[in-house]
Every structure is written in structure tokens, then in C-alpha cells.
């Protein structure tokens, strides 16, 4: 038997008075640490009901704890340092199907939902051939879509290389260059960039890739919908043309497809998205009529007692107005839209990682890759656009095995979509009634109806007409008169 701290969501606090053999990893649960193999059960219960923690048992070996499995990919002690850092249990199927054929110096194809552990399938291959092999330079470069989630990969690569020696450079824009510049002047051996701002710095001078031996792309698939093909292409012209490609995203769209075709050699291909849906979110469709949207979802807040949710809107100004709208009803919620400056969009996503915004409204800018802990719900406040979109937007809940629910608010124009996603999950979506509170009849004013009597009108007193171009009233004299 093994035995997992999971952290009460209603405790916040016990971090700071964790006992020394437990430690808190990213996804809020402790794990026994080594010295921590020697608890009994009994001692093991007494601690967890001293510190607020909830002790679960299953069947595994306790050896586990000490990422064991991890160590059959005989990384670097370094590494495997950094993974114990990561508090990293043991490998998820993507990672466990493409790290040692990555680890061998093939190309990858990998295909998983989100949330099921890619950033670490790249980045520890790619650490340990930075480690084995000692150069100066650039030679791992990450292209990603999205600025957040280009944050998210360096600071979970930045973890998993603590121990070594290895730099790594955020490269995004809507921020100032001044700061890029001066982390590439330290030259990194790894960078994770946009596709936007790393060409502006290349066609600078200021950035050159003819030494990267490993290139990634994730979410490519995205980049294609974000029209970053051109600007990818123009990227992968100044690379060199030995080096080892590994492309992951959640879907295959017949575009990248093509251009995985170009840019793989003999991959190894792990498709994880199309096998099955994601079996950790529940799915549900409410039928609703747009002037009602705001009122269903304050009924869903309020009746599935949902604690921390994302949901999605089709414009940035709509998540703007409904986070205001939330705001004033007594929610703390905060929107995440392509109108904010940089600053203001890390706040946002810091905020809501941290709870102090229980409610994020974001557009489809938040839907690819972005890691937020503990997301119990998503809510589709409008349809996506897309089949793909809808994959994307429900796998922000259910994370790392965790159960998620999704709603969704279906209109009569969207039901060729719904059938199309059920056709995907290849089930029906089951659909939640809701009845919108009826809004009390006025009735008619009129001089039968003493409640309601008739307001007096109000006679204007219109004024006298004005002559054009004078001012002065129609009949009045412009002038003395001519004299006859």
C-alpha cells in the first residue's frame, strides 16, 4: 500500500506548517518524500489530520514516491533531481511512449489532450541532451502560440533544470525588448519564444539559430489557426538542417498534417487524442436563448456550487462586460482578453491561479495549454466556432486525472455544432432544463385603470422658426427696410 496527501480545497493555510516529509507540488496534493517512507499507517493519519490534509490509500508500490519510474529513462542526476523538485509521481502515457524514442535522437509526432503532461515529454529529452553534450549557444528552441503558455513552458523547464547550469529565455511580445535582449546577450542554451517576436529580434541581429540541435513545436496546430504558418515557415528556413523535430498539439487539422509531412523525419508518431475523449470531464448542454445567458449562468454558479471555473466568450469585449457583470453580482472574477497589456494579463492569470479570482472569463486566447490548478468547471457561455476549439476550451478541467464538468449554452444556431461534437465524443451530451424567471406583466396605462392613471401630457412650446443663417425669428426684420 501507498498512501497520497490530497490538500482540502478549504485549506489554504497549510503550507506554510507542512510537516518535513511532506512537500506540495504544483497541482495542490502532497507526496511522501523519502524520509517520509517510514510513517505507519497510524503516524501517517496523525499527521495528515494535524496539518488539515485528507489521506487517500491505494494499491502501488511506495517506491513510486521517489519518481522510480521515472529513473527507467536513466536521466541525468541533475535531472531526476529536478523531477523530484516537480514533485512528478510517475510518467503519463505521452510521456512514457515519446521520451525514449526522443531520448534516441528521433523525431516526434505527439498527439494528446491537454493537460496530459507534453511540456514535460519534450523537456526533459531536451535537458538531457543539452547535458550530455556541453556547447556553447543556443540549441533547443520551443516555439509556442500563445505568450502565457510560453510562460508556463519556461517556468516548468526552468524547474525541471534547477540543478544544472543549463539558461533558459522567455521570448513573447506586447512587452518591451530591452529585457529579451539583455537575457539573449547571457546567451541561453534553450529558448521558448512566439513566433511573432522572434523573428522581429532575428531580422535585429539580435537572436541567430544555426546552432539549435532541437527544435519543438507546440501547439502547432493553433499557430496555424492564429495565421503563424508564413511566420513558421520563415523560422524553420533558418534553422539548420540537421537537427531533431518534435511537434505536439491536440489535433491534427489536414494543414498541419502537411506540414508535419515537411518538417518530420521517419517520426515517431503517439496518437493519445483520437483513441478516446477525455474521461474525466463530464459534459452538459443547457438549452437557453441568448437575452438569458447572464441569468443561466448565475443559476449555474450558484446551483452546482462551482469553486473555481473558466468561462468563455466568442469576443473580447463580451468577456470584458460579462467579467464587469460578474464583478458587481457579488463574484470575484476577472477577465483575460487580447485587449490587455502584458502587465495586465499576467496579473489576471497570477490572480487566478493563486484564488484570489475564483472566476476567469477569457476568450479562446486561455483555451490552448494554459495549466491552471484545480479548475472544477468550464462553461461555453457562447459556442465555439469550432470542433477543435471545444476540445481545447474543456480541457482546461480534468487535468491530470482529476474530474472536470463542462457546460455549455446552446442556442438554435448551434445545434449543427453540438451534433458535431457529439459525433467526436461519440455519445450524446446529455442536456441540463432551465426556465428563465418570467418578468411581471405592466399593465397597460390607461384612464380605465386607476393604478396606472394616464400621465398628463406635457404641450411643448414650440419654439417660433428660426431663419437660416441669422438666427433670428422667421417674419423679423434682417434690416431696416428699404425705403421705397
Not at 82 to 110: S, Y
Not at 458 to 469: D, E
Amino acid at each position: 500500500m501507498g498512501f497520497c496527501f490530497d490538500k482540502c480545497y478549504s485549506i489554504d493555510s497549510t503550507v506554510a506548517g507542512a510537516p518535513p516529509g511532506l512537500r506540495r507540488n504544483s497541482r495542490i496534493s502532497y507526496q511522501i518524500d523519502r524520509a517520509a517512507h517510514t510513517f505507519t499507517l497510524a503516524c501517517v493519519c496523525c499527521v495528515g489530520r494535524q496539518h488539515g490534509v485528507h489521506v487517500r490509500r491505494f494499491r502501488t508500490d511506495p517506491r513510486s514516491f521517489s519518481v522510480s519510474d521515472f529513473s527507467n529513462f536513466k536521466l541525468g542526476r541533475s535531472i531526476q533531481r529536478g523531477i523530484e523538485a516537480a514533485a512528478f509521481v510517475e510518467p503519463r502515457p505521452i510521456q512514457t511512449q515519446t521520451i525514449p524514442a526522443a531520448l534516441a535522437g528521433r523525431d516526434i509526432l505527439g498527439l494528446a489532450h491537454t493537460g496530459t503532461g507534453k511540456t514535460a515529454a519534450f523537456a526533459l529529452p531536451l535537458l538531457e541532451r543539452l547535458l550530455a553534450a556541453r556547447r556553447p549557444g543556443l540549441r533547443g528552441l520551443v516555439v509556442a502560440p500563445t505568450r502565457e503558455l510560453v510562460r508556463q513552458i519556461s517556468e516548468e523547464i526552468c524547474t525541471l533544470a534547477r540543478f544544472t547550469t543549463i539558461e533558459v529565455a522567455s521570448i513573447f511580445g506586447g512587452v518591451s525588448q530591452h529585457r529579451q535582449i539583455q537575457a539573449l546577450r547571457k546567451k541561453p542554451q534553450v529558448v521558448v519564444a512566439c513566433p511573432g517576436r522572434l523573428l522581429d529580434l532575428m531580422q535585429q541581429q539580435a537572436l541567430h539559430l544555426s546552432q539549435v540541435e532541437m527544435l519543438v513545436l507546440d501547439e502547432a496546430d493553433h499557430m496555424f489557426d492564429m495565421g503563424f504558418l508564413p511566420d513558421l515557415r520563415r523560422i524553420l528556413a533558418a534553422l539548420p538542417a540537421q537537427r531533431q523535430n518534435l511537434l505536439f498539439s491536440a489535433t491534427m487539422p489536414r494543414e498541419i498534417r502537411r506540414l508535419a509531412d515537411d518538417l518530420l523525419n521517419d517520426p515517431t508518431v503517439v496518437d493519445l487524442a483520437q483513441s478516446r475523449p477525455v474521461a474525466t470531464v463530464a459534459h452538459a448542454l443547457y438549452p437557453v436563448e441568448e437575452t438569458h445567458k447572464f441569468g443561466l449562468l448565475e443559476h449555474v454558479l450558484a446551483s452546482q456550487r462551482v469553486k473555481y471555473a473558466i468561462v468563455f466568450t466568442r469576443t473580447k469585449h463580451r468577456a470584458k462586460r460579462l467579467a464587469q457583470q460578474l464583478d458587481r453580482s457579488g463574484h470575484r472574477a476577472v477577465a483575460l482578453q487580447g485587449n490587455m497589456s502584458q502587465p495586465q494579463r499576467e496579473r489576471a492569470m497570477q490572480g487566478f491561479r493563486k484564488h484570489d479570482f475564483d472566476i476567469l472569463v477569457a476568450t479562446d486566447i486561455a483555451a490552448r495549454g494554459i495549466d491552471v490548478a484545480c479548475v472544477s468547471h468550464v462553461v461555453n457561455f457562447d459556442m465555439p466556432g469550432t470542433i477543435d476549439a471545444y476540445t481545447h476550451r474543456i480541457g482546461r478541467t480534468g487535468r491530470s486525472e482529476r474530474q472536470g464538468t463542462a457546460y455549455t449554452f446552446v442556442t438554435a444556431a448551434d445545434q449543427s455544432l453540438v451534433r458535431a461534437v457529439e459525433r467526436r465524443l461519440g455519445s450524446s451530451i446529455p442536456v441540463e432544463r432551465w426556465s428563465a424567471p418570467r418578468r411581471r406583466a405592466t399593465p397597460e396605462r390607461s384612464d380605465a385603470n386607476p393604478t396606472y392613471p394616464r400621465a398628463p401630457r406635457r404641450h411643448r412650446r414650440h419654439a417660433q422658426p428660426r431663419n437660416r443663417g441669422t438666427g433670428s425669428p422667421a417674419g423679423a426684420a434682417r434690416g431696416p427696410r428699404r425705403q421705397a
